[in-house]
């Protein structure tokens, strides 16, 4: 009998072991490579959120990953924008995880979706009961030790794009602006508000697109570091010649997930490194 309840103590704690999130020192964000889309994972001590997910295809990828990091409970999913490069696998990642509160953006009526990703993701939450609330600017949620601030949409966008949730992740001195697919119109709305400040690492809006991370909105954050995220040989063209071009003029510190692979940065607060799962040589 003392063997048997051994055995079974001794199991039980190899199971909690196993599943046990992993407690993140500082912060840890992860550009998960999911081709041409976007999909960004933010952990601080136990908690996590993920902004985006990429293409309905890219779920089981997302999910792999995230369940590498033994997360069974994401306290947020964000979702940019309702384009499916963004919120295409949400549904899927809905139903593999728990999930705190799906965060979305404020879309006029008018440019409210119809596409079966969107609404089947919004029939999922209802049906498991998470909340989804629609996120503005000036809201602030805490991730652990970080703090994930909205700084945007400040005012209804014209277009899906120009509705992306624009978030500014901080701990200590370090900062990552993240903006969706923002293109030139909600860069100056932030612009006007005068929220924006130097930040350590950019995601480069709407792939690196021409039409966004325009000259004064880039002088505004003058980033340490940008990464771009998009797919290899994508037919959009992203990233845009002339837009890393206009990156090159504050830094050299540019990361492809094209070329380099899922991009994870880390950071106690003070300073931050750069990871790749491949080398840029490997190309
Ligand atoms: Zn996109």
Redo the contacts with the bound molecule.
């Keep these: 009998m003392v063997a048997a309840v051994f055995i079974t103590a001794a199991l039980t704690y190899c199971i909690n072991h196993l599943h046990k999130p992993e407690d993140v020192p500082g912060i840890r964000v992860s550009f998960i490579d999911v081709g041409q889309?976007?999909a960004v994972l933010v952990q601080s001590g136990v908690c996590s959120m993920l902004i985006d997910c990429g293409e309905e295809e890219c779920a089981s990828d997302v999910i792999h990953t995230l369940k590498s990091r033994h997360i069974q409970h994401l306290d947020y999913v964000l979702g940019t924008h309702p384009?499916s490069?963004?919120m295409g696998a949400m549904e899927k990642i809905l139903k593999a995880f728990e999930v705190g509160e799906v965060l979305v953006s404020p879309v006029p009526e008018e440019l409210v979706p119809e596409d079966a990703f969107y609404l089947n993701m919004l029939e999922t939450a209802r049906k498991k009961g998470v909340p989804v609330t629609q996120v503005s600017a000036g809201q602030v949620f805490e991730i652990g030790s970080a703090r994930a601030e909205v700084l945007a949409p400040v005012v209804p966008g014209d277009s899906l794009?120009n509705c992306s949730v624009c978030t500014l992740i901080t701990l200590g001195e370090v900062s990552f602006l993240l903006t969706?697919?923002a293109e030139t119109a909600e860069e100056q709305s932030m612009l006007d508000s005068g929220v924006l400040r130097g930040v350590s690492v950019y995601k480069a809006g709407?792939?690196g697109s021409k039409t966004s991370s325009g000259k004064d909105f880039l002088e505004a954050i003058h980033p340490a570091a940008v990464v771009i995220s998009c797919g290899v040989g994508n037919s959009f063209a992203h990233p845009s010649d002339d837009t890393v071009r206009r990156f090159m003029r504050f830094t050299d510190n540019i990361y492809r997930t094209d070329l380099c692979g899922t991009i994870t940065i880390e950071s106690d607060g003070s300073i931050f490194a750069v990871r790749t799962e491949r080398s840029i040589y490997d190309n």
């Design positions: 889309g976007d384009h490069d963004h794009n969706g697919d709407h792939h």
